[in-house]
């Protein structure tokens, strides 16, 4: 069992950036690769970026790549994602989610785990 509590959502202008935080807990919280999905309103969660669990490999959506960067504190079981240039089509509810067999997945169903999201609103 993994608990997942993200943080860090807010309002900001285009072009400003944000960090999100998911603090992990949980037996298998530190075997798990960690995920970042989003969502907008009447649409499905899309896949933005993911980590293995030693924190070396990591894997992005094209619409994520060159300005949002994942990372993981091993230590304290956090997983972040840095967001850059931020555009309003980023604009989502953002999740995090785990992944027990350590494994990086661009469809959501094989994370076993999620969190409550944080929302994110970029103002043009």
């Known amino acids: 069992q993994v608990q997942l509590v993200e943080s860090g959502g807010g309002l900001v202008q285009t072009g400003g950036s944000l960090r999100l935080s998911c603090a992990a807990s949980g037996r298998t919280a530190s075997s798990s690769a960690m995920g970042w999905f989003r969502q907008q309103p009447n649409s499905d969660r899309e896949f933005v970026a993911a980590i293995t669990a030693d924190g070396r490999t990591t894997y992005y959506a094209d619409s994520a790549k060159g300005r949002f960067t994942i990372s993981r504190d091993t230590a304290k079981n956090t997983v972040y994602l840095q967001m850059n240039s931020l555009r309003p089509e980023d604009t989502a509810v953002y999740f995090c989610?785990?992944?027990?067999?350590?494994?990086?997945?661009?469809?959501?169903?094989?994370?076993?785990?999620w969190g409550q999201g944080t929302q994110v609103t970029v103002s043009s």
């Open positions: 989610a785990a992944q027990a067999d350590n494994r990086l997945y661009y469809y959501g169903h094989y994370y076993q785990y």
